[in-house]
């Protein structure tokens, strides 16, 4: 039997950047699109520190944003949000365990449906009694960091 390695030794290698070098320029990519949502356009990249720094300008400059990133964030989370997502769960194959499953696997999904009907989870406010992570609040979120980090 092969011996199982610590858990310390396999969160190392899932977050070591030199497994997948690709994974370290991606979250270049992901941190400067956030940067530039939030406004942050005259950035530079510090290779020595390996993070983004606002440029050394006079203070007196005007340094004029155009957020075109942000304007095209919300019209791709306007369009994804008002479509009506719906999950379809098909057979791998044309056998009658294969359809089966999927058959069973729909009527979990409008079981799942119908129980939870747009909240998530037991956390619910002591104001409204509402619960306070609806599922189109995770939606919003969820849209938003897959629109800006393309990930």
């Not at 719906?86 to 119908?114: F, H, K, V, Y």
């Not at 919003?140 to 980090?149: E, F, G, L, P, T």
Request: charge should be neutral; charged fraction near 25%.
């Amino acid at each position: 039997m092969a011996e199982e390695k610590p858990i310390i030794d396999v969160v190392n290698d899932l977050f070591d950047d030199n497994q997948n070098p690709i994974r370290k320029v991606m979250e270049r990519i992901w941190f400067r699109n956030i940067l530039y949502y939030l406004g942050e356009q005259w950035i530079d990249w510090i290779v020595s520190s390996n993070t983004f720094r606002r440029k050394s300008t006079h203070p007196l400059m005007p340094t004029p944003v155009s957020n075109i990133i942000r304007d095209y964030i919300r019209t791709i989370k306007a369009m994804i949000l008002n479509k009506k997502m719906s999950i379809r769960i098909w057979p791998n194959s044309t056998e009658e365990e294969d359809r089966q499953a999927a058959e069973l696997g729909e009527n979990l999904l409008q079981w799942m449906d119908t129980e939870n009907d747009g909240y998530l989870g037991c956390f619910h406010s002591a104001h409204t009694g509402e619960s306070l992570f609806s599922r189109l609040s995770i939606r919003r979120k969820a849209i938003s960091s897959v629109s800006i980090s393309g990930q």
